[in-house]
Protein backbone atom coordinates (compact mmCIF):
# COMPACT_ATOMS: atom_id res chain seq x y z
CA UNK A 1 0.00 0.00 0.00
CA UNK A 2 1.30 3.73 -0.72
CA UNK A 3 -0.26 6.76 0.40
CA UNK A 4 -0.32 9.57 -1.71
CA UNK A 5 -1.06 13.04 -0.83
CA UNK A 6 -1.87 16.18 -3.00
CA UNK A 7 -3.68 19.75 -2.50
CA UNK A 8 -0.83 21.63 -0.91
CA UNK A 9 0.29 24.98 -1.56
CA UNK A 10 0.69 28.52 -0.51
CA UNK A 11 -2.85 30.61 1.01
CA UNK A 12 -3.08 33.54 2.83
CA UNK A 13 -3.82 33.73 6.31
CA UNK A 14 -7.46 33.04 6.75
CA UNK A 15 -7.91 30.96 3.87
CA UNK A 16 -8.73 27.55 3.21
CA UNK A 17 -7.28 24.63 2.00
CA UNK A 18 -8.09 20.66 1.50
CA UNK A 19 -5.48 17.83 1.16
CA UNK A 20 -6.32 14.72 0.01
CA UNK A 21 -4.58 11.03 0.16
CA UNK A 22 -5.06 8.06 -1.67
CA UNK A 23 -3.88 4.85 -0.92
CA UNK A 24 -2.96 2.77 -3.75
CA UNK A 25 -4.51 -0.96 -3.86
CA UNK A 26 -6.75 -0.18 -1.38
CA UNK A 27 -9.42 1.21 0.39
CA UNK A 28 -9.32 2.83 4.10
CA UNK A 29 -11.71 0.10 5.19
CA UNK A 30 -10.52 -0.14 8.92
CA UNK A 31 -8.07 1.19 11.57
CA UNK A 32 -7.47 4.81 12.12
CA UNK A 33 -6.24 6.96 9.53
CA UNK A 34 -5.56 11.00 9.58
CA UNK A 35 -2.56 13.88 9.53
CA UNK A 36 0.24 14.47 10.98
CA UNK A 37 2.63 17.53 10.07
CA UNK A 38 5.88 18.85 10.74
CA UNK A 39 6.71 22.30 10.91
CA UNK A 40 10.67 23.20 10.80
CA UNK A 41 12.71 22.45 13.54
CA UNK A 42 9.67 20.69 15.41
CA UNK A 43 8.82 17.40 16.14
CA UNK A 44 6.02 15.60 13.69
CA UNK A 45 2.63 15.74 14.85
CA UNK A 46 -0.11 14.47 15.43
CA UNK A 47 -3.15 16.70 13.69
CA UNK A 48 -6.35 15.01 13.31
CA UNK A 49 -7.31 11.24 12.80
CA UNK A 50 -10.21 9.36 11.89
CA UNK A 51 -11.34 5.98 13.61
CA UNK A 52 -13.07 3.53 12.11
CA UNK A 53 -14.93 2.69 14.96
CA UNK A 54 -16.27 6.45 14.33
CA UNK A 55 -13.84 8.17 16.84
CA UNK A 56 -12.17 11.33 15.97
CA UNK A 57 -9.35 12.96 17.46
CA UNK A 58 -7.93 16.94 16.70
CA UNK A 59 -5.05 18.44 17.87
CA UNK A 60 -5.88 21.23 20.11
CA UNK A 61 -4.38 23.87 17.56
CA UNK A 62 -6.83 23.27 14.75
CA UNK A 63 -10.02 21.66 16.90
CA UNK A 64 -13.06 23.89 14.95
CA UNK A 65 -10.81 25.06 12.16
CA UNK A 66 -9.70 21.45 10.61
CA UNK A 67 -12.38 18.44 9.69
CA UNK A 68 -10.72 14.97 8.89
CA UNK A 69 -12.88 12.48 6.41
CA UNK A 70 -13.05 9.86 3.85
CA UNK A 71 -15.62 9.77 0.82
CA UNK A 72 -18.19 7.26 0.80
CA UNK A 73 -16.16 4.67 -1.24
CA UNK A 74 -13.04 4.82 1.48
CA UNK A 75 -11.06 5.79 -1.70
CA UNK A 76 -9.61 8.97 -0.31
CA UNK A 77 -9.12 10.52 2.85
CA UNK A 78 -9.55 14.24 3.46
CA UNK A 79 -8.20 17.15 5.42
CA UNK A 80 -10.49 20.50 5.07
CA UNK A 81 -8.59 23.16 6.25
CA UNK A 82 -10.23 26.77 7.14
CA UNK A 83 -9.10 29.96 8.76
CA UNK A 84 -5.45 29.14 8.36
CA UNK A 85 -2.90 30.28 10.50
CA UNK A 86 1.10 31.32 9.68
CA UNK A 87 1.76 28.49 12.19
CA UNK A 88 -0.29 25.75 10.20
CA UNK A 89 2.85 25.57 7.68
CA UNK A 90 4.31 22.89 7.19
CA UNK A 91 4.87 19.46 5.38
CA UNK A 92 1.43 17.37 5.91
CA UNK A 93 1.92 13.53 6.23
CA UNK A 94 -1.25 11.26 5.14
CA UNK A 95 -0.96 8.26 7.90
CA UNK A 96 -2.46 4.88 8.31
CA UNK A 97 -2.95 2.01 10.94
CA UNK A 98 -4.03 -0.39 9.57
CA UNK A 99 -5.04 -3.98 11.49
CA UNK A 100 -3.56 -6.99 9.81
CA UNK A 101 -4.82 -10.15 11.29
CA UNK A 102 -6.17 -10.51 14.42
CA UNK A 103 -2.92 -9.20 16.59
CA UNK A 104 -1.05 -6.92 14.27
CA UNK A 105 -1.07 -3.38 13.21
CA UNK A 106 0.99 -2.12 10.12
CA UNK A 107 1.47 1.73 9.56
CA UNK A 108 1.95 3.33 6.42
CA UNK A 109 3.37 7.27 5.97
CA UNK A 110 2.85 9.52 2.63
CA UNK A 111 5.42 11.52 1.22
CA UNK A 112 3.71 14.85 2.00
CA UNK A 113 2.88 17.74 1.12
CA UNK A 114 3.79 21.12 1.66
CA UNK A 115 1.38 23.53 3.31
CA UNK A 116 2.04 27.52 3.57
CA UNK A 117 0.53 29.97 4.73
CA UNK A 118 2.01 33.33 3.76
CA UNK A 119 0.85 37.00 3.33
Known amino acids: VQLVESGGGMVQPGGSLTLSCVASGSTFDDGAMGWYRQSPGQPRERVAI???????MYADSVLGRFTVSTDDAKKSLYLQMSSLKLEDTGVYFCNWVRPIGDSDLRTYWGQGTQVTVSS
Open 50 to 56: LHQSGGY
